[in-house]
C-alpha cells in the first residue's frame, strides 16, 4: 500500500459528501485506472480486518459503510522513514539511482538509500532491470564492482525527466528528485537564464513546457558535471538552435560546466518539440503543416459525423502540435494520466483518429508514434468537449493562486470556449468559506482540500488537457443533478467590443486602418485592466483585408498549373510582398509534396515559407478562364489560384481559415465563377467572410 492509498483511506473516512473516482482522480492527479486499483488495495485491506467492502455506484460513486473509520488506527501516518515502500516504489527509486550514477553502484549502497534490506533489492532486481530497459537500457552487473546502467545519454536524460514528471506520491517523489535535480542556487541560477532567454529571443514556453525545460537543464548540469555527456547527434539546425546556443552559453557561465555542439544541438530539438505561448520564431513547414491540419480536420469530422471545421482554436492548436510530428526525430512525451484516459475512455474516437492518420503520414518520413495518436486524440476530444458545453450555462467560480494577470488570462479562455456565468473570482485560500450553494463548481488553478463545493484543477493556460477534464466534470455535474434552465448573462468584453468595432473601422476607413485599429485596441484593453497585446498579436487580418479588388484578376490564360501559380504571384511581386525567387520555390514545393494546396474542388493556395523570399504577409486570387489540373484526380480541376504570402505562424492563420470554411459553401464558388469584375469579387469575399464568422 503506498501514500496515496492511506490518503484516500483518510480522504474517504473525513469526507461528509459523497466520493466519486472522478474527485480522486483529479485530486491526486492520476488517472481513473489507477483509482480504481487503489481502491482494489483498500478493499484487501478490509477483507483482512473483516469490515465491508467499498462499493462503487453508477457514476462512481464509492459508497462506504459506518465502520469504515475502523481502518484508520491500521494506517496512522508515519514519518517516511519508517513508511513500508512498495515494489513499484522502490523499483523507481532505485531506477533513479541506478540512472543518475556514473560509476557503478551496489546493491547494499540502494538497499540504504531505500530502507530496506539487500535481500529485498535482489528479489526486486528483475523488475529493476525490464522497467530500465523500457527507456532503450540496459543494467550491467559486475561481480567485483556492482550494477550499472549501460545506453546512450540522450536516453538516460530523457527517462530521468519521465521518472521526474511522475505523478506519484510526494514524499517518494520527493526522494526520486532527490537523485536527479540540482542545488537549490544552480535551480535558480538555471530558472532566471532561461526566462532571460525567452524574452530575448521571443519565445515563451506555457507553464508546463517552462518545468520540463527547467527540468532538463538541471539535469543536464548534474550529468555535464558526473562528466557525461550527449552522444554525438546529426547536425540539423531547427527554429530554436539559436535560443539553445544562448542558453548553455550562459549556464556554462554561471554554473561552471563544459558544453559541446552536440549538448546544443539536443536542447534544440528539446525546445522544439516545446509548447510556447507566443512565439516569433518560423517553421518552414508551418503553412505546409497548417493546410494538412484543415484536411485532417475535415476528414475527421466526417468520420466521427460532428462538424468541427469552424473551431478556429482546434485547428490552431493542432497545428502548432503537429509541427512536432514533422520532426525528423519523434517527441518524447512524459508519462501523462489525461492521455491514459482519452485512450481507455473514448475508442470511438482514437478509433478514427488512427483511420484518419493516414492524412498526415504521407507527408512526414518516419513512423507516427502510437502515443502522437494519443495526443492529436486529446485534441480532437478537446475540440468536441468545447463544441458539446456551450449548451448549459454552469455557475461556476474562478479560484487562483496567482495574481490577477492569471485569474484573467484564465477567465478570457474559459469565456471563449465554455456558457459559463462567472459568479466570482476569488484567492485559492478563500475556498474554504464558501457555501455549498456558491456555485456549481469552481475552476481552480490549485487544488482545494478543504472546499465545500466541487472543483476541478487547470493550468491557466487552459490546454487541451484542461479542456476534457473541465468537460468529464460538466458530464459527471450533468448526470448526477436536475440543473435549472438559466440564460446566460451577456457580459462586454474587450475582445467582443474590438471584434464589432473593426469591420467598422476597415470598411470606413481602410487607408488608415491598421493604425487606428492598434490604438483603439490599445484604449479599450486598457480601459477593461488588461495586457496590451504584441506586436505580432495586434492585427490579424480577416481575408477581405488582405483579398480587396486590387488582389484579384479574372479570366487569367494559363497553359498549365506552373504558369497559373507563376501568375497568381506577379500582383505580390510587383508590390513587393515577395521576391522572384518565392515563385520557384512555391513551384518546386508542389513538386516535392504533390497537389495538397489544392484545399477544395477547383481551389487551390501556392505557398512557400518565410526563407524563400517572403517579404509581407499578403494574397492574391486569379480566376482561370480554362482551369487546368494540379494532379489531384478528386479536386482537378482548378479554376481559382490564391498566392499566399505568409511571415510567420499566426498573422495570415484567420483568413485562411476563414476562406476554408467560406469554401465549404457552394453557394459562395458559383458565386466567385460568375463575378463579372474584381470589385464585385471582392464584395462578395466580404459578405460571405462576415456570414462564416457570425
Not at 521518472?163 to 506520491?169: E, G, I, M, R
Request: hydrophobic letters at 40%; one cysteine or more.
Amino acid at each position: 500500500m503506498n501514500q496515496r492509498t492511506i490518503s484516500i483511506i483518510q480522504e474517504l473516512c473525513k469526507s461528509e459528501k459523497g466520493v466519486t473516482i472522478s474527485h480522486l482522480a483529479e485530486e491526486f492527479q492520476v488517472s481513473h485506472r489507477t483509482i480504481r486499483n487503489d481502491l482494489n488495495t483498500v478493499n484487501e485491506m478490509l477483507q483482512e480486518h473483516e469490515l465491508p467492502e467499498l462499493v462503487l455506484e453508477k457514476g462512481g460513486e464509492i459508497v462506504r459503510e459506518d465502520s469504515f473509520k475502523e481502518l484508520l488506527p491500521f494506517i496512522a501516518e508515519k514519518s517516511f522513514y519508517e513508511y513500508k515502500l512498495s515494489k513499484e516504489e522502490r523499483k523507481r527509486i532505485a531506477a533513479a539511482l541506478l540512472v543518475s550514477s556514473s560509476e557503478f553502484i551496489t546493491l547494499s549502497s540502494i538497499a540504504e538509500n531505500l530502507f530496506v534490506s539487500r535481500a529485498t533489492i535482489i528479489n526486486d532486481l528483475d523488475a529493476i532491470k525490464a522497467f530500465v530497459k523500457q527507456g532503450n537500457l540496459e543494467v550491467v552487473s559486475h561481480p567485483n564492482k556492482g550494477l550499472r546502467v549501460d545506453g546512450k545519454e540522450s536516453d538516460k536524460r530523457l527517462f530521468l525527466m519521465r521518472l521526474s514528471s511522475f505523478s506519484a506520491d510526494q514524499s517518494h517523489q520527493d526522494m526520486v528528485s532527490r537523485h536527479i535535480s540540482v542545488q537549490a542556487g544552480n535551480r535558480i541560477i538555471i530558472q532566471k537564464i532561461l526566462s532571460e532567454q525567452e524574452h530575448f529571443h521571443k519565445s515563451f514556453l506555457t507553464d508546463d513546457s517552462f518545468a520540463k525545460v527547467l527540468l532538463y537543464l538541471g539535469i543536464m548540469t548534474n550529468r555535464n558535471r558526473q562528466g557525461e555527456y550527449i552522444e554525438v547527434r546529426k547536425k540539423s539546425e531547427n527554429s530554436k538552435y539559436s535560443m539553445a546556443r544562448d542558453i548553455l552559453k550562459y549556464i556554462s557561465q554561471y554554473c561552471q560546466i563544459n558544453s559541446t555542439e552536440d549538448e546544443v544541438q539536443f536542447l534544440s530539438e528539446i525546445l522544439a518539440m516545446a509548447k510556447y505561448i507566443k512565439q516569433k520564431s518560423f517553421n518552414k513547414n508551418a503553412i505546409k503543416i497548417q493546410m494538412i491540419t484543415r484536411q485532417f480536420i475535415e476528414h475527421i469530422s466526417e468520420e466521427l459525423g460532428i462538424n468541427l471545421n469552424s473551431d478556429y482554436d482546434f485547428f490552431e492548436n493542432l497545428s502548432n502540435h503537429l509541427e512536432s510530428v514533422f520532426t525528423l526525430n519523434p517527441p518524447t512525451y512524459p508519462e501523462n494520466p489525461v492521455i491514459d484516459e482519452v485512450l481507455e475512455e473514448n475508442h470511438e474516437i482514437v478509433a478514427a483518429v488512427h483511420k484518419m492518420i493516414y492524412i498526415i503520414r504521407q507527408y512526414v518520413n518516419r513512423e507516427i508514434q502510437e502515443i502522437e495518436i494519443g495526443y492529436i486524440a486529446v485534441h480532437v476530444c478537446a475540440a468536441i468537449e468545447r463544441k458539446k458545453n456551450k449548451e448549459v450555462a454552469f455557475h461556476v467560480i474562478v479560484a487562483c493562486h496567482g495574481g490577477i494577470g492569471t485569474s484573467r488570462l484564465l477567465l478570457e479562455r474559459l469565456k471563449k470556449h465554455f456558457n459559463f456565468q462567472i459568479v466570482d473570482i476569488i484567492s485559492s485560500h478563500e475556498a474554504a468559506n464558501l457555501p455549498a450553494q456558491a456555485a456549481d463548481f469552481i475552476i481552480s488553478t490549485v487544488p482545494l482540500k478543504e472546499c465545500k463545493l466541487d472543483y476541478v484543477t487547470v493550468s491557466p493556460l487552459l490546454s487541451d488537457e484542461d479542456y476534457i477534464r473541465v468537460g468529464n466534470k460538466i458530464d459527471a455535474l450533468r448526470n448526477s443533478r436536475n440543473l435549472p434552465s438559466r440564460i446566460e448573462n451577456k457580459e462586454i468584453t474587450a475582445k467582443g467590443l474590438i471584434e464589432k468595432i473593426a469591420p467598422v473601422i476597415y470598411n470606413t476607413v481602410p487607408e488608415n486602418a491598421d493604425g487606428l485599429m492598434k490604438k483603439l485596441k490599445k484604449v479599450v484593453r486598457e480601459y477593461f485592466r488588461q495586457p496590451i497585446e504584441t506586436e505580432a498579436e495586434i492585427f490579424a487580418p480577416y481575408l477581405h483585408h488582405l483579398l480587396p479588388a486590387s488582389h484579384i484578376q479574372l479570366d487569367i490564360e494559363c497553359e498549365d498549373w506552373r504558369q497559373a501559380v507563376s501568375k497568381s504571384a506577379e500582383k505580390l511581386l510587383q508590390c513587393g510582398y515577395i521576391e522572384e525567387r518565392y515563385i520557384d520555390a512555391m513551384i518546386a514545393n508542389i513538386e516535392e509534396n504533390g497537389p495538397y494546396i489544392v484545399i477544395s474542388k477547383g481551389f487551390a493556395v501556392p505557398h512557400e515559407g518565410l526563407e524563400q523570399g517572403s517579404i509581407k504577409v499578403g494574397m492574391n486570387l486569379i480566376r482561370l478562364k480554362n482551369p487546368v489540373t494540379f494532379g489531384d484526380e478528386e479536386l482537378d480541376p482548378v479554376e481559382f489560384v490564391c498566392c499566399l504570402s505568409a511571415v510567420d505562424h499566426k498573422t495570415h492563420l484567420k483568413a485562411f481559415f476563414n476562406l476554408v470554411n467560406m469554401l465549404k459553401t457552394e453557394a459562395f464558388k458559383k458565386q466567385l465563377h460568375e463575378c463579372k469584375t474584381s470589385e464585385e469579387a471582392a464584395l462578395l469575399i466580404e459578405r460571405f467572410e462576415y456570414e462564416v464568422v457570425e
